[in-house]
């Protein structure tokens, strides 16, 4: 497979991958190209959309909270992929969806998978997507539409299962960093730095990047030293929730994470 995924990460082995979660549809309906855009333009590396969902598993209150207003945006599937049909003109950076099984599967797994190709999406994360039922249902049909396939490893998950996901999979390993939902304060401990390190000590072929709880530069250096790079979700949540000039605030917000 040769996506901007694995493009990135192949072309920058020594750099820490600043990755941003936004919530498609918010905070209105139509930001989600500007904000992509902006990002890109400030320095993200790569981007994580996720699309609202109802009942979500592990999101926090503020990730929750953004899922539920970009809803009552009429924010879903079909309208986030006539969004997309305009995003390759401006952002080059590897895009992600994120989201549940549930409205994938509603919406057709297969023309799900077409649609992302044809829009320019790299990658899936479906957190509650068994990664068994990925390798017997799945696999075939999303590595046919260049797809990679990006699954959660906790602290708490076997080098066996670690190196299963690894071996089956190109793109990156998403490395929770607690067993807690999104937006808890990350502290990295000796702890989560003796998880962080046994990961990077597995010498994996796909690069780790660390999730959860990244809120500020601090947290993104400490969580990232074992690690390829971050994932700041809530934090950037927070920070565009009522901005008065969308750009503005999300070039300010980004540049201490550069520099």
Known sequence: MNNRIVQLFSSRPDDKILSVFMTAGFPSLDSTLTICQTLEASGVDMIELGFPYSDPLADGPTIQAS????????MNLTVLFEQLKALRDNVNIPVLLMGYLNPVLQYGMERFCKDCQDVGID????PDLPFDE?????????????????????????EERVRAMDAATQGFLY???????????????????AYFKRIQDMNLSNPAVVGFGIRDPESFQKSTKFA???????????????????EETIQQWVAPFRT
């Open 175 to 193: 490395i929770v960093s607690s067993s807690a939902v999104t937006g808890d304060r990350l502290n990295v401990d000796q702890q989560r730095e």
């Open 134 to 158: 990925y390798l017997s249902e799945y696999r075939e049909l999303w590595e046919a539409h260049s797809l990679s396939a990006v699954f959660l490893v906790t602290q708490f998950t076997s």
């Open 228 to 246: 390829n790079g971050g994932i700041i979700g809530s934090a950037f949540i927070e920070a565009i929730r009522e901005a008065d000039n969308l």
């Open 67 to 74: 899922s539920e207003a970009a809803l009552k945006n009429g």
């Open 123 to 126: 990658g899936l994360i479906l």
